[in-house]
C-alpha cells in the first residue's frame, strides 16, 4: 500500500508505530517535502514537535534500511510564506496534493485535515491524537505566594518581583548566575508546554521575541538579535480582588450600573491597573452585564464567562469591528496605549459599548490628556467620564469628566465663553482642571493651586499667550506683568513700540480681543525694577536703532549657526543649550530673544515680523549668530 502522512501524525510518531503493529508492513511512505520543511522550521525555533518529527522520520529511515518498509521524499517544499501561513493551511494543501498524486492513503490526526481530505475525494486514515500532560513548568520553582513575577537572563543571578501590591521589592532569588545551556532549557521547556497542553498557546512569535500564555503565566521570551542575550519573563497575578477590596467601590459600581460609561483606569507601571481593570470586569459580569476583553497580549485572569480577544489578523480595529457585532454591554480594553488603540476605544464608545481602559499615566489628568490630538476635543466627555487612578494597589482619585459652554475659571470677558471640558474631583465635587481651546491651542488650566504658587494656571497660560502674541511681531526683548486676571503690563523694546501697537493701535487691540485681556504697552525702561544697562550682550535696542549694534570683545561673537527655512518656520539649530534663553543676531545686529528646546533649535513662524527680518539678512547674505542672553 502507499501511504502519505502528514504533519500531525509525524509528530507522534504514529507511523513507525503503525508499521511496528504491521498495519504499515511493506508500505511505500511518501513523505511530503513540505512536512519535512516545516519540521525544520519548528526545530530551528528550537519547538519540541519540531525535533520529534526529525526524531519519526529517522526512524522511518531505518526502518527502510531494515527493508521493512519503503521510504521517498517526494512533493515541492513549502517556501518561507507557506511556512508562515501554516495554520492558514497552506502546506496542509501541498500535503494533500501529494496523496492525490501517488494514489496513495492519507494519514492524519488533525481532524480539520482529514475532513477536508474526505471532501476531495482522498482515501483517509484518521487516528485519533496523543493527548500530553504536562506537568509544571521549571521555572515555577522560582514562584512562592509572594512572588509575582521573575526576570531570568542569561550570565545574571535570577531576580523576581515579590511582596504587595503597591510595596513591591525587586530582588535575586538565587546566588548562581543562569549559564546559556539553562536558559535554553528553559525556552525549551516553555515553547513545548505552549504546543502541547490545551491551557497553553503562543500569543507572538516574531524573530526574537516570543509571549507564551501558558495556564495563568504570561512568559516572554527575548532573544538575539532582538535583545543582547537569552531573557525569559514570566508573570503570574498574586491575587484576584473585587470591588469591594478597593476605596470608592459604591461610587464606582453606581456609575457603572446607571448606564454604559467610558471608564479610563490610569496608574503607573505596577501600580494595580489591571488587577483593578479585572474586578471591574468581575462585577459587571456579576452585575449579568455581557462582558469581553480586548487584550494584547491575553493575561487578564477572570472568569470563564467572560470573552478575551486578541487583535483580529494583527489588527485591533478588526478586533473592535468583530466585538461590534457581538455586542457586548462592556469591553475591558487592556492597554489603551497607541494612537489607534486609543481611536479604537473612541469608536466603540461612541457607538454604544460601555468601554473600561487600562492606561499608564503618572498623574490622574495624564490619562484624559493621551486622548487630545487623537479625539476631537469636543468629544472627549462622550468617550470618557469617568478617570479611576490607581496608586499602591488602590483609588486614589476619581474624576468626573463634563462640558459646559462657559467662560473659562479666571477670564472675565462674557465673548470668550466656549465649550470647556470640566474635570471634577467627585469625592468634592470641585473642578480640578479646565481643558478648552485657547488663541488656537488646545489647554489644560489646574484650578487648584496646592502647589502654593502666587501665580495660577490661569495666569501662567495668560501670561504665555500675551509673550507668544507680543513676540511675533516684536524684535527685542519681551517681558509681561499681569496685574489681575483682566489687565497686564507688557514691556518691549522703545522702537518696538511701533510695532507691537501698531497703526492706529490696531494690532495691539487684536491681541487684546483675542485674549480678553487689556494690554498697556510700555518700554523696558519704564519697568520699575528694570537694571538692564543699554549696552553689552543684552543692550538690544535703542533710541534711533544706533544702540542695537552691541560692541563684542574677543570670546563674545557668539555661536555661527545655518537657519534653516522650511514652508512654516524657520529653524534655528543651537546644539547643547537646551532650556537657556539667547539672542540671535545678524552680522552682530540684534534680531531677538528666544528660549532654545529641548531639541536644541529655535523655531520662528514665517509671515512674522522676526521671520521677515531674518529672512532679509539671510538673503543678505550675514552671518547669524547665537550668544547667551
Same mark, same amino acid.
Do not use: C
Given at each position: 500500500m502507499n501511504v502519505v502522512p502528514d504533519t500531525s501524525v509525524v509528530v507522534d510518531g504514529r507511523v513507525s508505530e503503525r508499521v511496528e503493529s504491521g498495519a504499515f508492513a511493506d508500505a511505500t511512505v511518501y513523505v511530503p517535502e513540505a512536512v519535512v520543511g516545516e519540521l525544520e522550521a519548528q526545530a530551528n525555533s528550537d519547538r519540541d514537535i519540531g525535533w520529534q518529527g526529525l526524531q519519526e522520520l529517522q526512524r522511518l529511515a531505518d526502518l527502510a534500511d531494515d527493508g521493512r518498509i519503503d521510504v521517498e521524499f517526494v512533493g515541492r517544499r513549502a517556501n518561507t510564506e507557506e511556512i508562515e501561513r501554516a495554520r492558514a493551511g497552506a502546506i496542509d494543501a501541498l500535503i494533500r496534493d501529494v496523496a492525490a498524486d501517488y494514489d496513495a492513503t492519507f494519514v492524519t490526526s488533525d481532524i480539520v485535515q482529514g475532513e477536508v481530505a474526505k471532501a476531495q475525494g482522498l482515501d483517509v486514515e484518521y487516528l485519533e491524537p496523543y493527548d500530553e500532560e504536562i506537568g509544571e513548568l521549571a521555572l515555577e520553582s522560582y514562584f512562592d505566594d509572594e512572588t509575582m513575577s521573575v526576570h531570568l537572563k542569561t550570565g545574571v543571578r535570577p531576580m523576581a518581583k515579590r511582596g504587595d501590591v503597591g510595596a513591591v521589592r525587586y530582588e535575586p532569588i538565587a546566588e548562581e548566575a543562569l549559564d546559556e545551556e539553562t536558559m535554553r532549557d528553559y525556552v525549551h521547556d516553555v515553547r513545548n508546554a505552549a504546543d502541547a497542553d490545551d491551557e497553553g498557546f503562543t500569543e507572538l512569535s516574531e524573530p526574537g521575541m516570543t509571549i507564551v500564555q501558558f495556564r495563568n503565566y504570561r512568559i516572554a521570551i527575548a532573544e538575539p538579535p532582538f535583545s543582547d542575550g537569552v531573557e525569559i519573563t514570566a508573570v503570574r497575578p498574586v491575587v484576584k480582588t473585587t470591588m469591594a477590596d478597593y476605596d470608592y467601590s459604591e461610587e464606582i459600581e453606581e456609575r457603572l450600573l446607571d448606564r454604559q460609561r467610558g471608564v479610563l483606569i490610569a496608574g503607573a507601571p505596577g501600580a494595580g491597573k489591571s488587577t483593578y481593570a479585572q474586578a471591574v470586569a468581575g462585577f459587571l459580569s456579576e452585575a449579568d452585564y455581557s462582558v469581553k476583553t480586548m487584550e494584547k497580549p491575553r493575561d487578564l485572569q477572570v472568569d470563564a464567562g467572560i470573552?478575551?480577544? +486578541?487583535?483580529?489578523?494583527?489588527?485591533?480595529?478588526? %478586533?473592535? #469591528?468583530?466585538?461590534?457585532?457581538?455586542?457586548? #454591554?462592556? +469591553?475591558?480594553?487592556? /492597554?489603551?496605549?497607541? +494612537?489607534?488603540?486609543?481611536?479604537?476605544?473612541?469608536?466603540?464608545?461612541?457607538?454604544?459599548?460601555?468601554?473600561?481602559?487600562?492606561?499608564?499615566? %503618572?498623574?490622574?489628568?495624564?490619562?484624559?490628556?493621551?486622548?487630545?490630538?487623537?479625539?476631537?476635543?469636543?468629544? =472627549?466627555?462622550?468617550? &470618557?467620564?469617568?478617570?479611576?487612578?490607581?496608586?499602591?494597589?488602590?483609588?486614589?482619585?476619581?474624576? #468626573?469628566?463634563?462640558?459646559?459652554?462657559?467662560?473659562?475659571?479666571?477670564?472675565?470677558?462674557?465673548?470668550?465663553?466656549?465649550?470647556?471640558?470640566?474635570?471634577?474631583?467627585?469625592?468634592?465635587?470641585?473642578?480640578?482642571?479646565?481643558?478648552? %481651546?485657547?488663541?488656537?491651542?488646545?489647554?489644560?488650566?489646574?484650578? #487648584?493651586?496646592?502647589?502654593?504658587?502666587? /501665580?495660577?494656571?490661569?495666569?501662567?497660560?495668560?501670561?504665555? /499667550? =500675551?509673550?507668544?502674541?507680543?513676540?511675533? &511681531?516684536?524684535?527685542?526683548?519681551?517681558?509681561?506683568?499681569?496685574?489681575?486676571?483682566?489687565?497686564? &503690563? &507688557?514691556?518691549?523694546?522703545?522702537?518696538?513700540?511701533?510695532?507691537?501697537?501698531?497703526?492706529?493701535?490696531?494690532?495691539?487691540?487684536?491681541? /487684546?480681543?483675542s485674549l480678553g485681556i487689556d494690554i498697556d504697552v510700555r518700554t523696558l525702561d519704564e519697568r520699575p525694577d528694570h537694571h538692564r544697562s543699554t549696552g553689552g550682550a543684552g543692550g538690544a535696542g535703542g533710541s534711533g536703532g544706533n544702540d542695537s549694534r552691541v560692541s563684542e570683545g574677543p570670546g563674545h561673537a557668539g555661536e555661527v549657526v545655518t537657519p534653516e527655512i522650511t514652508s512654516r518656520h524657520i529653524i534655528v539649530p543651537v546644539e547643547g543649550r537646551g532650556g537657556e534663553t539667547v539672542e540671535v543676531r545678524a552680522d552682530g545686529e540684534y534680531l531677538f530673544t528666544a528660549t532654545v528646546s529641548r531639541g536644541g533649535e529655535i523655531q520662528v513662524s514665517r509671515g512674522s515680523a522676526i521671520a521677515e527680518e531674518m529672512e532679509q539678512a539671510i538673503d543678505r547674505g550675514q552671518q547669524v549668530t547665537v550668544v547667551p542672553s
Amino acid at each position: 500500500m502507499n501511504v502519505v502522512p502528514d504533519t500531525s501524525v509525524v509528530v507522534d510518531g504514529r507511523v513507525s508505530e503503525r508499521v511496528e503493529s504491521g498495519a504499515f508492513a511493506d508500505a511505500t511512505v511518501y513523505v511530503p517535502e513540505a512536512v519535512v520543511g516545516e519540521l525544520e522550521a519548528q526545530a530551528n525555533s528550537d519547538r519540541d514537535i519540531g525535533w520529534q518529527g526529525l526524531q519519526e522520520l529517522q526512524r522511518l529511515a531505518d526502518l527502510a534500511d531494515d527493508g521493512r518498509i519503503d521510504v521517498e521524499f517526494v512533493g515541492r517544499r513549502a517556501n518561507t510564506e507557506e511556512i508562515e501561513r501554516a495554520r492558514a493551511g497552506a502546506i496542509d494543501a501541498l500535503i494533500r496534493d501529494v496523496a492525490a498524486d501517488y494514489d496513495a492513503t492519507f494519514v492524519t490526526s488533525d481532524i480539520v485535515q482529514g475532513e477536508v481530505a474526505k471532501a476531495q475525494g482522498l482515501d483517509v486514515e484518521y487516528l485519533e491524537p496523543y493527548d500530553e500532560e504536562i506537568g509544571e513548568l521549571a521555572l515555577e520553582s522560582y514562584f512562592d505566594d509572594e512572588t509575582m513575577s521573575v526576570h531570568l537572563k542569561t550570565g545574571v543571578r535570577p531576580m523576581a518581583k515579590r511582596g504587595d501590591v503597591g510595596a513591591v521589592r525587586y530582588e535575586p532569588i538565587a546566588e548562581e548566575a543562569l549559564d546559556e545551556e539553562t536558559m535554553r532549557d528553559y525556552v525549551h521547556d516553555v515553547r513545548n508546554a505552549a504546543d502541547a497542553d490545551d491551557e497553553g498557546f503562543t500569543e507572538l512569535s516574531e524573530p526574537g521575541m516570543t509571549i507564551v500564555q501558558f495556564r495563568n503565566y504570561r512568559i516572554a521570551i527575548a532573544e538575539p538579535p532582538f535583545s543582547d542575550g537569552v531573557e525569559i519573563t514570566a508573570v503570574r497575578p498574586v491575587v484576584k480582588t473585587t470591588m469591594a477590596d478597593y476605596d470608592y467601590s459604591e461610587e464606582i459600581e453606581e456609575r457603572l450600573l446607571d448606564r454604559q460609561r467610558g471608564v479610563l483606569i490610569a496608574g503607573a507601571p505596577g501600580a494595580g491597573k489591571s488587577t483593578y481593570a479585572q474586578a471591574v470586569a468581575g462585577f459587571l459580569s456579576e452585575a449579568d452585564y455581557s462582558v469581553k476583553t480586548m487584550e494584547k497580549p491575553r493575561d487578564l485572569q477572570v472568569d470563564a464567562g467572560i470573552t478575551q480577544y +486578541t487583535e483580529l489578523d494583527g489588527d485591533m480595529d478588526k %478586533t473592535a #469591528d468583530a466585538l461590534l457585532m457581538v455586542r457586548p #454591554d462592556y +469591553t475591558v480594553y487592556d /492597554e489603551v496605549r497607541k +494612537t489607534d488603540d486609543f481611536r479604537t476605544f473612541a469608536d466603540m464608545r461612541l457607538a454604544g459599548v460601555g468601554m473600561v481602559g487600562v492606561v499608564h499615566a %503618572t498623574r490622574a489628568i495624564d490619562a484624559l490628556q493621551r486622548l487630545i490630538g487623537r479625539v476631537e476635543l469636543g468629544m =472627549i466627555p462622550q468617550v &470618557v467620564d469617568t478617570v479611576a487612578y490607581i496608586e499602591a494597589g488602590d483609588v486614589e482619585t476619581i474624576y #468626573d469628566v463634563a462640558t459646559e459652554v462657559k467662560v473659562p475659571h479666571g477670564l472675565m470677558e462674557e465673548d470668550l465663553a466656549r465649550p470647556v471640558i470640566v474635570v471634577s474631583d467627585h469625592e468634592t465635587q470641585r473642578p480640578a482642571y479646565e481643558i478648552y %481651546t485657547f488663541n488656537r491651542q488646545v489647554v489644560t488650566v489646574p484650578l #487648584d493651586d496646592a502647589d502654593g504658587e502666587d /501665580e495660577t494656571g490661569v495666569d501662567r497660560l495668560a501670561r504665555n /499667550e =500675551i509673550e507668544r502674541e507680543v513676540r511675533s &511681531v516684536a524684535r527685542g526683548h519681551v517681558q509681561v506683568e499681569l496685574q489681575s486676571q483682566n489687565r497686564a &503690563v &507688557v514691556y518691549v523694546e522703545e522702537d518696538d513700540i511701533s510695532y507691537v501697537i501698531g497703526k492706529g493701535g490696531g494690532r495691539i487691540d487684536q491681541i /487684546e480681543d483675542s485674549l480678553g485681556i487689556d494690554i498697556d504697552v510700555r518700554t523696558l525702561d519704564e519697568r520699575p525694577d528694570h537694571h538692564r544697562s543699554t549696552g553689552g550682550a543684552g543692550g538690544a535696542g535703542g533710541s534711533g536703532g544706533n544702540d542695537s549694534r552691541v560692541s563684542e570683545g574677543p570670546g563674545h561673537a557668539g555661536e555661527v549657526v545655518t537657519p534653516e527655512i522650511t514652508s512654516r518656520h524657520i529653524i534655528v539649530p543651537v546644539e547643547g543649550r537646551g532650556g537657556e534663553t539667547v539672542e540671535v543676531r545678524a552680522d552682530g545686529e540684534y534680531l531677538f530673544t528666544a528660549t532654545v528646546s529641548r531639541g536644541g533649535e529655535i523655531q520662528v513662524s514665517r509671515g512674522s515680523a522676526i521671520a521677515e527680518e531674518m529672512e532679509q539678512a539671510i538673503d543678505r547674505g550675514q552671518q547669524v549668530t547665537v550668544v547667551p542672553s
